[in-house]
């Protein structure tokens, strides 16, 4: 029997490698030390993603298949291994002061959240639709565990449980759907699927239509579309904030990854009946998303609605599917991991144990008692809602831009008159910032130095993207020259 083994790459899933590494480190040292610092293990976690982050950067230029095609490594995938690596080092910095309070300073904290980004990243790299599936489950397993992670709080348990058996139905959607498309196609592997199928496009297999409605479904829930978006404002709500956080950017950029790649190459054949069905996807999700959003005074509820409404704006670039789309997909997934973080970083900051600061109103007078976060939160809120000079005004622009040159001048409009919706929302909280009489105390805030860092460091970035674009927005264009 003649057996074939193949080309073994470990230079190309460097960064992959150094995650899983630093991840099991961390739990290793966890357990033959106990009594070490847990704020150690954040910052051996952080060096583990700052070595991932290089490793990326090194590979930066490269285009190739590897391991017989099961993945490829390109700029596209570089690009939101970026974001998965920026979102997971701020997402551990924001946490370190918030999980000492809470005495839940836990190795498996920090490395679960390596091996959620090693899971995303092999979403992203994902060149067959049995990677694609692997690298969802590793971040999924991770991400319901993180979710649950406050034992003792029954929302983070409810959050847990609901996100699991919901995530596992989507599994199963995403799974059947795979199946059919490999008796449709013979093949798992994007590049396959889309050389046998493209010249049958007039008449097209409907198993093969069956299969990518099963897909899109899959995905649609990690991105948290409608009508699948149940889920979110209760998990949003139950998890650790900084879990939230982190699902809120990371999670859905890495749905967004694989989303494209598959519409864009196994899907092609099929491709203008798809972009309808995502056309209305979107309308309805950013249309629902802020309606909804208008009546929440839970902030993390009303932040979870928002996550749901930018979701809709994000499809908008994959209906354009144009250059000009996928270079504002890019930018905007980048911009929103700064905006998403940095606002659930400021819920952090004003948090006490067992005093959450959820409340609209847990924010009056917080411009006049912490000036400087408040104009963080300010630019956070200004940024979501798609105001100049911030980077949210320049992803809104790209995306609604591809979408007018793409000939969808009704969808654009409907995404400006839905952000000009949520203006609404956003500014509720700068009214409450700036025009509102404090009504709780402030003392007894656990602010830790590396919560701060994070916050300032995403402001920063926000302003520095919205003023400055043209420097990212060259990373992005160079990412969509990317060959299946």
């Not at 961390?26 to 030390?33: E, H, Q, R, T």
Request: overall charge neutral.
């Amino acid at each position: 029997m003649d057996l074939f083994l193949p080309d073994i790459n470990l230079f190309a899933i460097a960064p992959e490698i150094m995650l899983v590494v630093f991840a099991c480190l961390v739990l290793l040292i966890d357990a033959v030390f106990p009594r070490i610092s847990k704020t150690s293990l954040a910052f051996l976690s952080i060096m583990g993603i700052f070595l991932a982050f290089k490793s990326t950067v090194f590979l930066w230029g490269r285009k190739e298949y590897i391991f017989r095609d099961m993945m490829i490594v390109d700029n596209f995938s570089l690009f939101f291994n970026l974001i998965f690596l920026i979102g997971a080092a701020l997402t551990i910095l924001i946490s370190v002061g918030h999980m000492n309070s809470e005495k839940f300073g836990h190795g498996e904290y920090y490395s679960l959240i390596l091996f959620a980004v090693s899971g995303m990243m092999f979403m992203a790299s994902g060149a067959d639709m049995i990677m694609i599936f692997l690298g969802l489950e590793i971040m999924s397993i991770a991400i319901y565990v993180l979710a649950g992670f406050e034992k003792k709080n029954p929302l983070s348990n409810e959050s847990a449980l609901k996100y699991f058996l919901l995530g596992a139905f989507a599994s199963a959607f995403l799974l059947y759907g795979i199946a059919l498309i490999y008796g449709v196609a013979g093949s798992t592997k994007l590049k396959t699927i889309s050389q046998v199928l493209s010249p049958l496009s007039s008449s097209v297999d409907p198993l093969f239509y069956v299969g990518a409605g099963l897909l899109i479904i899959g995905f649609c829930f990690k991105i948290a579309t409608v009508p699948f978006h149940m889920w979110v404002p209760d998990v949003y709500e139950g998890a650790p904030t900084a879990i939230t956080a982190f699902m809120s950017a990371a999670v859905k950029a890495a749905g967004f990854a694989a989303l494209f790649r598959v519409v864009n190459s196994a899907l092609s054949s099929i491709q203008t009946d798809i972009t309808s069905l995502i056309w209305v996807i979107a309308v309805i999700t950013m249309t629902l998303g802020n309606i909804v959003a208008i009546a929440q005074d839970n902030i993390k509820r009303m932040l979870a609605y928002s996550s749901i409404a930018h979701a809709g704006y994000i499809l908008v670039a994959l209906v354009a599917s144009n250059e000009m789309g996928t270079s504002g997909l890019l930018y905007y997934l980048l911009a929103y991991t700064f905006m998403n973080i940095g606002a659930f970083g400021v819920v952090i900051f004003l948090s006490r144990k067992e005093d959450p600061a959820v409340n609209l109103s847990d924010y009056s007078g917080i411009g006049f008692r912490y000036p400087v976060l408040a104009i963080c939160m300010t630019v956070f809120m200004v940024s979501l809602a798609g105001i100049p000079p911030t980077a949210g005004f320049i992803g809104k622009f790209y995306i609604f831009s591809a979408a007018v040159k793409a000939g969808y001048i009704g969808l654009a409009v409907i995404g400006v008159l839905n952000s000009a919706v949520s203006v609404f929302y956003y500014f509720r909280i700068i009214v409450y910032m700036y025009m509102k009489e404090p009504d709780r105390e402030f003392s007894g805030l656990i602010i830790s130095p590396s919560l701060v860092a994070a916050i300032l460091c995403c402001a920063l970035g926000i302003v520095l993207m919205g003023i400055f674009p043209s420097s990212t927005l060259q990373l992005t264009q160079s990412s969509v020259l990317f060959a299946w």
